[in-house]
């Protein structure tokens, strides 16, 4: 199992951009393939974006298509997350997963989870 750590979440006003990081601590980063998720209030998790081993592949839900860009820098065993144009239905808690083999949009499928950082959009 890899621990996660997320941060750059934070308050911002429509419109507006953040940055996410996802710092993993395991050695073998580059082999897991990474995602993004969300949490509303009284929502069930949704993905957001995932990427591949080598960050060649990247998959976007439709709500985020356009205006969020995932990366991932596999020397640092760092996933990004950069969120442009953000709306206040964006507003929910952000959270990393990882798996050592699944390539789909399933959260149950992710095997290791980050804690989670809030992300508020304002109107």
């Known amino acids: 199992q890899v621990q996660l750590v997320e941060s750059g979440g934070g308050l911002v006003q429509a419109g507006g951009s953040l940055r996410l990081s996802c710092a993993a601590s395991?050695?073998?980063?580059?082999?897991?393939?990474m995602g993004w998720f969300r949490q509303a209030p009284g929502k069930e998790r949704e993905f957001v974006a995932r990427i591949s081993w080598t960050g060649s592949i990247t998959y976007y839900a439709d709500s985020v298509k356009g205006r969020f860009t995932i990366s991932r820098d596999n020397a640092k065993k760092t996933m990004y997350l950069q969120m442009n144009s953000l709306k206040p239905e964006d507003t929910a808690v952000y959270y990393c997963a990882a798996s050592s083999s699944y390539s789909g949009t399933d959260p149950n499928r992710f095997g290791s989870w980050g804690q989670g950082t809030q992300v508020t959009v304002s109107s």
């Open positions: 395991t050695r073998t980063f580059s082999t897991y393939v």
